[in-house]
């Protein structure tokens, strides 16, 4: 059963070796490894040291020369060329094969040439020598051995005599042996189709080898010819061969039972285990059963026997019917392969094994059965799986990738559908590692940041992130380095967004929102209403909003678009703002904001969403008027409240003879509070009166779509802002700046060209670029004919208010000033339809030359003059010399001074017009 160097055999060889002389060398050390199991010379070649390179073997037989090893003569002469699990080149060889040195049935010798080149066509080749020696001197009466390629059975000679049951059937030949010539063996086989002699010679063109030595015959014949029969035992496919060997030697017949059956199938897979079951007694082969008796039952995995199975988790099992092996897939002796099949990716397992069966019986003492098997799984498909290890307090995808086999690399990597070369994702800052497990296998672990530029981010719920790694692995698979694609997609939702909260404040006239700018026009808006709160409608419900570098501070003015007023009342009014914090995309509301306030104001108009107007009128005139006297036009509609100063009316626009008219998409509700002003006797200019004239225009401004149809106010909820926009203006300009005894009745009006024939309306926007004229009228209202009008002082304000600074004088004391900003420019005045008194009127050429400013109000003080008056230079003082060259008389005595207003005048880039 081992190898045996035989000394003088070797000697011989290495002579022999040098005197055949060039291209025939020793193998490198490591290159060829051989053994002796049993009959069997096992060698094996090294395939790392074959790479890239091609190979032949030569049988070297003593006699005859190299004979090259195929197919044919393998299966014929007992060789069998294949590989073991790792891939390296084997060759067994029976030790009764063709070419083989037999010293009686004990000693054996084999001399095989490998041939390496590098070229197929073996070209260049060089040829190492390799000699094997196996003694073997514990031959069974019969053996028996199924290769993958052949079927051998020996058995001595003296042995057989012819089995009891068969007597009949080889008496029934004996007729035909008669024929068999002298000394000279004949084969007889039989099968379904009939028995058939035929000689030595004529079998091996059939392919079969049939021999013998010293004291044994032997039969090798390869599976499924023709003379060969299929049956199934205990379930097992077996290919068998019926055969007797007869030799006459002159009056002796021997006769000899050459039958050998070996298996064909018997191998079954489950997904974790191979199966190799083989029947324990073969009927052809022991024709007495009940002397069967089974000696010993050996298994092996390649050219080793496994002494104790269960170490390596084999299992070996026999009843009275079967011999079963059992081995996990991937045990040890084995090799798993990763593979890739049909894009799939999966595994293969492979062992060879060897089943050594020794029984006796009463017809042949002993029987040595032997059975090699190379085993290999079909493939089985193991989807990796992406495992997701991820913590989120970490804010760190862990994602481990696996199993898979030692044979399985990864080369690349796509994260978010970029591709990084395993060196790229390093140096990039994701981390890949690899991990591996007890039992051989690994996974790849890739660590990515969520804050990673490459892992995609997603607002989702109310303050959450969902982050996403996509990731498609490339792998190396198996030793043909097949490329396998996997990808995969891992979510964590986390929340880490913080959800704003916004500050409310106010002071005398607005509200104020701070709120933090983070998120804003990135996860979400703020919304009024349904309404984006965007610059265009800060700019058109007049808030003002600026930014530093965390937060956003809204101001909304309290007669701001879009205030809600909760409370209005004489002098108070509560008002609040509310706006929503909406996402983005789904509008869905995360937040709402409300302000609310209460504010002292002493004026103001709200003109309600139903139609209801509330006014709080500011009169400081003085002598105060009695304001339990003043009224709306249909005077029964008198103040809900008022003091000295002020009064408060409440009235709907379809009472209190509230007017109606529309202009473009708009319509105007307007109204008048009056004051009956009371005549004082005794007066010296009757027309002057000693009350001030009070006249306050109200006006309240809807949207045309949300109108009364009727005098029914409705709204449309949905669409349009909740509240008309309203104005309060005195009628006459008159009014309540100025605190005068008397004050004159003079009235100002905007004329739109130089002709001043039209004029600008009460609330009609005057707009102008720089450099073009305002066209100013000051037109006195008095019959008497004597009076003149001066404007002793008039300036330009931004402001409506009287003590607004800065100012830029136009006129001083009567005389035009020409500034740097402003330049006046006197009219003049002619008569015409609407001037009966020209020296009721004075008319002025405003030119703006500044630039910056946008909103502009005239002032002046003005003055009228009677001629009766005998000292001009000291009532009328400051008359512009120029003027009264022009031929102005002298000013009158007891001069009353008054007060007018115009604006605002729109300063505005010509583009903007
Ligand atoms: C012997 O083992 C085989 C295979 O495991 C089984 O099918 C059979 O039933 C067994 N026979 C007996 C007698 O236990
Ligand atoms: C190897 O071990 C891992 C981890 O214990 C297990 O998940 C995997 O299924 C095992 N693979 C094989 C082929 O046994
Ligand atoms: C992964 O990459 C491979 C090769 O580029 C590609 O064929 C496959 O479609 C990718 N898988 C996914 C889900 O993107
Ligand atoms: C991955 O694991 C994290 C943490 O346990 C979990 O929040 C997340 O939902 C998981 N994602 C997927 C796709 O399973
Ligand atoms: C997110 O919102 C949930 C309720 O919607 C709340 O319980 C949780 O505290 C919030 N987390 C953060 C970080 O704001
Ligand atoms: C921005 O303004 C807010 C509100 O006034 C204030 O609280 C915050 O400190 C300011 N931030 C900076 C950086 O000035
Ligand atoms: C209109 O609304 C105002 C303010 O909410 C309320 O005071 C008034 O009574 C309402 N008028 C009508 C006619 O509903």
Redesign the pocket.
């Known amino acids: 059963m081992e190898a045996v160097g035989h000394l003088l055999h070797r000697i011989w060889l290495f002579f022999l070796l040098f005197w055949l002389g060039q291209g025939r060398q020793m193998a490198p050390p490591g290159f060829v490894e051989s053994s002796c199991h049993s009959r069997i010379f096992w060698m094996k070649l090294n395939k790392l040291l074959l790479q890239g390179k091609f190979f032949q073997l030569e049988i070297y037989d003593p006699h005859s020369g190299p004979v090259l090893l195929d197919e044919k003569l393998a299966s014929r002469c007992g060789y069998v060329l294949s590989e073991d699990v790792w891939g390296n080149p084997v060759l067994r060889a029976s030790v009764l094969g063709c070419h083989v040195a037999n010293e009686a049935d004990e000693l054996f010798s084999l001399t095989v040439n490998i041939k390496v080149s590098s070229f197929s066509s073996m070209r260049a080749a060089v040829t190492y020598t390799y000699p094997m020696y196996c003694s073997y001197a514990s031959w069974a009466s019969r053996e028996i051995v199924c290769e993958e390629n052949y079927m051998e059975v020996s058995v001595k000679t003296d042995v057989p005599a012819v089995s009891n049951d068969y007597t009949v059937a080889w008496m029934s030949a004996l007729p035909e042996t008669q024929n068999v010539a002298y000394q000279q063996w004949h084969l007889m086989f039989v099968s379904p189709s009939g028995r058939k002699r035929i000689t030595v010679s004529d079998a091996v063109k059939l392919g079969y080898s049939f021999n013998n030595s010293l004291s044994r015959v032997y039969l090798r014949a390869p599976y499924h010819s023709n003379e060969s029969d299929v049956s199934v035992v205990s379930g097992v496919n077996m290919n068998m061969i019926t055969s007797t060997s007869m030799y006459r030697q002159r009056w002796l017949l021997l006769l000899i039972d050459t039958t050998v059956s070996c298996p064909v199938d018997g191998i079954s897979f489950t997904d974790t285990t191979i199966t190799w079951t083989v029947p324990r007694v073969i009927p052809t082969l022991v024709v007495q059963e009940s002397t069967f008796l089974s000696k010993s039952v050996v298994m092996g995995v390649d050219d080793q026997v496994i002494v104790n199975p269960e170490e390596m988790n084999y299992l070996l099992e026999h009843n009275e019917t079967h011999i079963r092996i059992t081995i996990p897939t991937g045990a040890e002796g084995g090799k798993l392969e990763s593979s890739i099949s049909d894009g799939v990716y999966g595994v293969i397992y492979s062992i060879n094994l060897f089943l050594e069966h020794t029984w006796t019986d009463a017809d042949w003492q002993t029987t040595k059965y032997t059975i090699i098997k190379s085993i290999t799984t079909p493939f089985m498909p193991q989807i990796p799986t992406v495992i997701?290890n991820?913590?989120?307090e970490e804010r760190l995808f862990n994602v481990a990738f696996g199993h898979f086999l030692p044979d399985v690399s990864l080369v690349a990597i796509t994260v978010g559908n970029v591709p990084f070369s395993l060196r790229e994702a390093l140096h990039h800052g994701f981390k890949i590692y690899e991990t591996p497990f007890s039992n051989g296998t690994k996974a790849f672990i890739l660590e990515v940041s969520f804050d990673d530029p490459y892992v995609l981010k997603e607002y989702v719920n109310r303050n959450e992130t969902k982050y996403t790694l996509l990731v498609n692995y490339t792998l190396t698979v198996g030793a043909e380095m097949t490329l396998y694609y996997h990808s995969a997609e891992?979510?964590?939702?986390i929340a880490d967004i913080e959800v704003p909260e916004a500050v409310g404040s106010c002071d005398e006239e607005n509200l104020y929102l701070t709120l933090p700018t983070f998120g804003l026009h990135q996860y979400w808006d703020l919304y009024l209403g349904t309404n984006l709160l965007n610059r265009h409608l800060a700019l058109t419900n007049g808030y003002l909003a600026a930014t530093n570098s965390t937060h956003l501070i809204l101001q909304i003015p309290l007669f701001a678009g879009g205030l809600i007023y909760e409370e209005v009342s004489f002098q108070k009014i509560k008002a609040r703002f509310d706006v929503a914090l909406r996402k983005l995309r789904t509008m869905e509301t995360l937040q709402m904001f409300s302000i609310s306030c209460s504010f002292n104001s002493s004026a103001f108009i709200i003109c309600h969403p139903n139609g209801t107007i509330m006014v709080s009128a500011q009169m400081k005139t003085v002598p105060a008027i009695d304001m339990s006297k003043t009224k709306l036009r249909d005077s029964s509609c008198k103040p809900r409240e008022y003091n000295e100063a002020h009064a408060f009316f409440k009235f709907h626009v379809t009472t209190c003879g509230t007017s109606v008219r529309f202009e473009g998409d708009h319509i105007i509700y307007e109204n008048e509070i009056s004051y009956e002003k009371e005549t004082l006797p005794g007066q010296s200019i009757p027309t002057i009166t000693r009350d001030p004239d009070y006249r306050l225009t109200v006006l309240c401004y809807y949207q045309a779509k949300e109108t009364l149809v009727l005098g029914a106010f409705s709204r449309d909820l949905a669409t349009s802002p909740p509240f008309g926009s309203g104005t309060m203006f005195p009628r006459s300009n008159t009014a309540a700046y100025r605190r005068v005894r008397q004050a004159l009745n003079v009235v100002s009006r905007v004329s739109k060209d130089e002709s001043f024939m039209e004029f600008y309306g009460p609330s009609m926007a005057i707009l102008k670029q720089p450099m073009e004229p305002v066209f100013l009228e000051v037109e006195l209202k008095d019959e008497s004919l004597n009076v003149e009008l001066y404007l002793e002082n008039c300036w330009v304000a931004t402001s409506p208010d009287f003590n607004n600074t800065p100012r830029w004088n136009i006129t001083v004391d009567g005389c035009e000033i020409n500034g740097s900003e402003f330049a006046a420019e006197f009219c003049p005045v002619p008569v015409s339809p609407r001037v009966r008194h020209p020296s009721h009127f004075k008319r002025l050429a405003v030119r703006i030359l500044a630039q910056q400013l946008e909103q502009v109000y005239v002032h002046c003080l003005v003055a009228a003059c009677s001629p009766t008056n005998t000292q001009p230079s000291s009532t009328c003082r400051g008359q512009c010399s120029s003027n009264r060259e022009k031929g102005f008389p002298g000013h009158p005595s007891g001069s009353l001074q008054g007060y007018v207003l115009a604006g605002p005048v729109w300063i505005v880039a010509p583009d903007r017009r």
């Open positions: 997701n991820t913590v989120p891992v979510e964590c939702v």
